[in-house]
């Protein structure tokens, strides 16, 4: 099982920031929070991880809460090309860890 | 190459048939994973190689599916007598090593379908 409870859908309007909510309610002290998205007919890319401060790159930012049992990631301008599936997955950062991924949350940016 | 690469893109086959998919990673990558998704679903874990050797294949779901690595780059995914169960897409991730984060740099996959 994913460990980790997303909506299954959510629209966005071009231009504007989206916001996906993720829950790890189980999430222990030292897993880590990854995202990767998933555009149609294209393998999983990442976009960002953390433990528990929040974090920003060029792509998104990831907001963790203070007890760690939900995050949001947060595309600050989505465009269109922004459409795709997020996965909000936990992890170790260990030696071999395999990612195991959910259903995910299906992002539709509407113009 | 730039990116993990994948081939072929398409396969057609027909069940009982044996299949075999190949998967370039990225130079220098040391780790290699192999994932399967079927339609509406995310990605499940098959195997997972450091170097040449196949550290965790957990995930196979049984003797028909193997995998090889023999010089620790490119890495094969065999399935024998194929079933139309089968049928999905195959993924080939690849990472710097398997000790820091767990950063994949998925390929485009290949699709299965067996008739």
């Known amino acids: 099982d994913a460990k980790t409870t997303q909506p299954p859908s959510m629209d966005c309007a071009e231009g504007r920031a989206a916001n996906l909510p993720c829950n790890h309610s189980?999430?222990?002290?030292?897993?880590?929070v990854y995202w990767y998205r998933q555009i149609h007919s294209q393998g999983p890319q990442y976009i960002i991880h953390g433990l528990k401060n929040n974090e920003t790159n060029e792509m998104a930012s990831l907001i963790i809460t203070e007890d760690r049992k939900s995050s949001t990631l947060i595309l600050p301008h989505a465009t269109l090309r922004d459409t795709a599936v997020y996965y909000c997955i936990v992890t170790f950062m260990e030696y071999g860890n395999k990612l195991v991924f959910g259903a995910g949350t299906i992002l539709r940016v509407k113009s | 190459g730039a990116g993990v690469s994948q081939t072929p893109s398409n396969k057609v086959t027909e069940k009982g048939k044996y299949v075999e998919l190949r998967c370039d990673p990225i130079s220098g990558h040391t780790a290699l994973y192999w994932y399967r998704q079927s339609l509406g679903q995310g990605p499940e874990f098959l195997i997972y190689?450091?170097?040449?050797?196949?550290?965790?294949d957990s995930g196979l779901p049984n003797d028909r599916f193997f995998a090889v690595r023999p010089e620790g780059s490119v890495s094969t995914l065999k399935i024998q007598r194929t079933e139309r169960g089968d049928s999905a897409v195959y993924l080939c991730?690849?990472?710097?090593?398997?000790?820091?984060?767990?950063?994949?740099?998925f390929g485009a996959g290949s699709r299965l379908t067996v008739l």
């Open positions: 991730a690849s990472s710097v090593d398997s000790s820091g984060a767990n950063v994949l740099t």
């Open positions: 190689f450091q170097g040449t050797g196949a550290a965790d």
């Open positions: 189980t999430i222990s002290g030292n897993e880590y």
